[in-house]
């Protein structure tokens, strides 16, 4: 007899869902969170960033009411109100998430934990308790790679803790976290530099949606310097609290703050993987199957922890399709393919399925694509523009991707990844009416192919 059936380590997205789910379905469950309830997206991940992005975009209404016809005095941001209100909410959110682990009877274990055996967890506590099946949900933590004033620098765990806004703040990376976090800082004020190494940012994404995002970031005033690598961070001056950041390109400029952004690694450390068997990749991910089991049959992992798609909703139907696996006895795989997911820059992004560059590589395709002025812009006279692009694999007609960046972006990306994910062609997208006037009636009236291969 164990002491619980379902033994969660990590209490954020994926670990709360699969515990509670697999108590509501009778498992005995216990839950190890060393921090806080909620995990990466409710405490320091995407619930407090949509926040900043809703503070930044203020800033656009502000500008833009005046030429609809209001009287705007100088507007001001008061970040430190700010975090506040937005803190007071996470804090608010996390109760919930206790409270619900309690109605759902989940015994809470506010400790790190570690694997004794396939079969036993200890607390930090030094308690054991055993427990048929254990479930590693410990997600990831923000990498910095190792160089000279890494010390210095600060992480995206940081930033929703500042008090107050650096005036001038480098950002490094350009992937998800560095373009959200350069479209927030900006829009709030600050003067974003943002370097990156390679040639474009946000790498995997189509090649059209990053040249847009580039090019509309630089118009809002973001520097942007693309192959440029961070050699060294030194402190300029104690009492200003400065940085002088020297690059590769031989440069040496100074900011208030430097975020370094530059990828996640999931956490593994001190779970005492090796010693149990569980097998972990060169990345440090915990290797699982479609099942999400590891290779040892009583462990499974779930998240950002098995590097797979590092998405929050992700990480929750990987607990759903766990738990029908393992309570109900109904062996459910996680179908990772077509996820609509969006970039919270400024201009947003939404995007589901492939790129051009990958539908190419195995389908003779259509390319779709319109760039247009808002409907705002018109009377505002702000320049920017949106562009939607749909790809069509010729021979079939389905829909193979859809990517979009414009405001609403994200809103449009979850209703068009219906379409998708049901396989619809581009004749069924034509079918459908346009709602009018939107900007998402694009996507139901482009006629012709730009760039038929
Ligand atoms: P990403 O993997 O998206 O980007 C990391 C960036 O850092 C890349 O530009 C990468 O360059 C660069 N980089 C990596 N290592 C180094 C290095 N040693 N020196 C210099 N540059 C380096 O990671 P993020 O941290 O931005 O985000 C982590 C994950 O979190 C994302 O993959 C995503 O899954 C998730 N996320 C999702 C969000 C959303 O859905 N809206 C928002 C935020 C995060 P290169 O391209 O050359 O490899």
Redesign the pocket.
Known sequence: MFDFDLFVIGGGSGGIRAARVAAQKGFKVGLAEQYRLGGTCVIR??VPKKFMVYAADFKDSFEDSRAFGWSVDQPEFNFGQFQMKKDAEIKRLEGIYENNLKQSNVACFRSRAKIVDPHCVKLSDLTTYSTKMILIATGGY?FV?TFEGSDLVMTSNDVFNLRELPKRVLI???????C?FAGILNGMGAHVTQY???EQIL?GFDQDIRNHLYQAMGERGIDIELNQ?IKRVTRKDQQFQQLRVESSDGESKSFDAVLY????KPNTQGLNLETVGVYVDDSGAIVVDEYSQTGVPSIFAIGDVTNRL??TPVAIREAMQLTATICDGIPTPVDHTNVP????TRPEIGTVGMTEEQARKDYDVEIYKTQFRPMPNTISGREEYNLMKIIVAKESRIVLGVHIIAPGAAEMIQMVGIAVKMGATKEEFDQTVAVHPTAAEELVTMRSPNNAS
């Open positions: 991940g995407c923000p790679p490094y990376g350009g992937g998800y976290i560095a959200e990156y190494r390679g790498r690598v952004a530059t990828g996640r590092n998405l997911s969006a970039v919270f």
